[in-house]
Structures are given as structure tokens and as C-alpha cells.
């Protein structure tokens, strides 16, 4: 389905004409389609709305795609040296774009798909553009599933955090993620608990993934 301009996988899982929906958005260099699997293995009756992101990146391989761009070299020194960065002062160029255009499909899915409850997450930076949407939208989504994802933007975040209260969030992070501190995941947790948010957290034996545990925990959140 087109939705905001953005191709959109749906998954049906549901047994209800009015079912709760659950859009999640994939991670950076990922292919658009990246996360469609996991709807056979969460086993719940929800529908998925899997959105590929616009920016299609030249040179890797296949289809990679992206929310906004991110400064490779940068990153690849990073990941040699083996130290990740707090990105938690970042604002990063192409995130407003990103937004308002997941406002507009967030509109167009409520408008155009019977919903009961709208969940929202990612993983990732799909995790990151989740919560900024979720902070700017006039209507907190009904639940948060925030995997591998960070602390971005941190001036304009905090003070829309209390927007979160009482909202459920599914928080994983995995304690040897070389690409996304685990420690400021840790941070963001808080942030999130101080604002009311109940946040349901799991961290994990691993790096920048998404394991099987996880999926058993999204499984239990979305029941």
C-alpha cells in the first residue's frame, strides 16, 4: 500500500475488523522490506505496517535504504576503533523530513485502516525516528517498541517527554552494541521512566540485533 508517499508492507495477523495496528520502521542500510519477517515469528493478533524508508543509498548492496543520512566515514571509524558515540547533543539533517512524513502516514494509516490501538517502533535508527514522532505528535501512540535504538536531540526531547506518561514502551538493548552505546540506551530508559512512561525493559547478551528473546518479549507486549 502507498502510504504518505512510502511503499508500505501490511501484515494481517489480526481477528478483528478493528485490530490494533503496529507500525515498524526499519534500521539504516537495511533493505525496505527488512523487518516484514518478524510479523510470522511475534505471535500476536495485531496488523503490521511495515513502511520502507525513502532515501535509497547508492553503493551498498542491494537495497539499502535510510530515514536520513548518516556520515559513513565517521561511522566506519568508529566501529574500527571500537568506541560508539553519544549522539545524544546530535539533530541530525534530514530527522524533520523524516518526521513529518511519518506524521502524515500516521494519519493516512488511521484514516484509511480500521484501528483500535496505534503501537508504534523500530529498530534502530527506525527505533530513534519512532520516538521523535512519537514526542511531536499531537496524539501519543497507544505503545512504544524501541529496539537498539538512542538518545537523540536531547534539547528537544526532554521537554516533551511527560507527553509519554502512562504510555507503555518496550525498551531492548543489547550490552555489547558497538554501534549504539548501551550506556545511553540506559539513560534513555530513565528519561522515559521520569516521565511516566512504563517502560518494559530488556537488555541482552549481544550487539546491535534483535534476538529471539526480544521477540518473545514483543510477542507478550503486543498480547
Known amino acids: 500500500m502507498d502510504l ?54 547508492g553503493g551498498l548492496y542491494g537495497d539499502s535504504r535510510a530515514w536520513w543520512l548518516l556520515d559513513l566515514a565517521r561511522l566506519e571509524d568508529e566501529l574500527r576503533r571500537g568506541v560508539p558515540r553519544d549522539r545524544r ?12 512524513q511519518m506524521l502524515r502516514l500516521l494519519d493516512q494509516v488511521v484514516s484509511r485502516l480500521p484501528t483500535k490501538r496505534l503501537v508504534l517502533g523500530g529498530f534502530s535508527q527506525g527505533a530513534m525516528l519512532a520516538l ?41 538493548h543489547g550490552r555489547a552494541d558497538g554501534l549504539l552505546p548501551f550506556s545511553i540506551a540506559e539513560v534513555l530508559r530513565d528519561k522515559l521512566r521520569a516521565a511516566g512512561a512504563r517502560v518494559d525493559w530488556h537488555d541482552f ?14 510477542t507478550a507486549f503486543l498480547r
Not at 547533543?89 to 513529518?100: C, H, N, Q, W
Not at 512504544?144 to 504510555?167: C, F, H, Q, Y
Not at 547478551?205 to 514483543?218: D, K, R, S, W
Open 89 to 100: 547533543t546530535e539533530v541530525p539533517d534530514g530527522l524533520v523530513a523524516a518526521r513529518t
Open 132 to 172: 521523535d514522532v512519537a514526542l511531536h505528535r499531537d496524539a501519543p501512540p497507544d505503545g512504544l517498541v524501541l529496539m537498539s535504538g538512542t538518545l537523540l536531540a536531547e534539547s528537544e526531547w526532554d521537554p516533551r517527554m511527560t507527553k509519554l506518561r502512562d504510555v507503555p514502551v518496550l525498551q531492548s
Open 4 to 57: 504518505a508517499g512510502l511503499t508500505a508492507h501490511i501484515v494481517d495477523r489480526s481477528e478483528s475488523v478493528n485490530p490494533t495496528t503496529v507500525v515498524l520502521l526499519h534500521g539504516f542500510g537495511a533493505p525496505g522490506d527488512d523487518l516484514v519477517s518478524l510479523a510470522e515469528v511475534v505471535d500476536a493478533s495485531v496488523r503490521f505496517v511495515f513502511p520502507e524508508a525513502p532515501l535509497e543509498l
Open 205 to 218: 547478551v549481544g550487539g546491535h540485533e534483535i534476538p529471539m528473546t526480544v521477540l518473545a518479549a514483543a
